[in-house]
Nanobody, 127 residues
Framework: VQLQASGGGLVQPGGSLRLSCAAL????????IGWFRQAPGKEREGVSY????????YYIDSVKGRFTISRDNAKNTVWLQMNSLKPEDTAVYYC?????????????????????WGQGTLVTVSS
């Protein structure tokens, strides 16, 4: 299983970015996906999660209303749309996957519960 994260970059406060996580070698419909981030000197934290059952999503409080997670199983891709970005959103963002089966409503939050990780994409929010 390979996950390829992309879409990071430098953006001004208030700007937007869309991160992509492309899965290779798997049927993404069977996998829960999480987006995590790690800022310098801090632990990796979960940002948003999506289950394999439609509509089962989760966001941490600090990104609610600003970030949107979505998936297209036909394209084997998950996105994280990030709007109204703040300097405190600056971090390396990672997508991760764990197999839970199709149409399963579990939200998987733990870093240690994910089996596969992308390489990370850097998001810098600065003026």
């Amino acid at each position: 299983v390979q996950l390829q994260a992309s879409g990071g970059g430098l953006v001004q406060p208030g700007g937007s970015l869309r991160l992509s996580c492309a899965a290779l070698g798997v049927t993404l419909a069977d996998y829960a996906i999480g987006w995590f981030r790690q800022a310098p000197g801090k632990e990796r934290e979960g940002v948003s999660y999506i289950s394999t059952k439609e509509g089962k999503l989760y966001y941490i409080d600090s990104v609610k209303g600003r970030f949107t997670i979505s998936r297209d199983n036909a394209k084997n891709t998950v996105w994280l749309q990030m709007n109204s970005l703040k300097p405190e959103d600056t971090a390396v963002y990672y997508c991760a996957a764990v197999r839970i089966g199709p149409n399963t409503g579990w939200i998987i939050k733990g870093v240690d519960e994910y089996d596969y990780w992308g390489q990370g994409t850097l998001v810098t929010v600065s003026s």
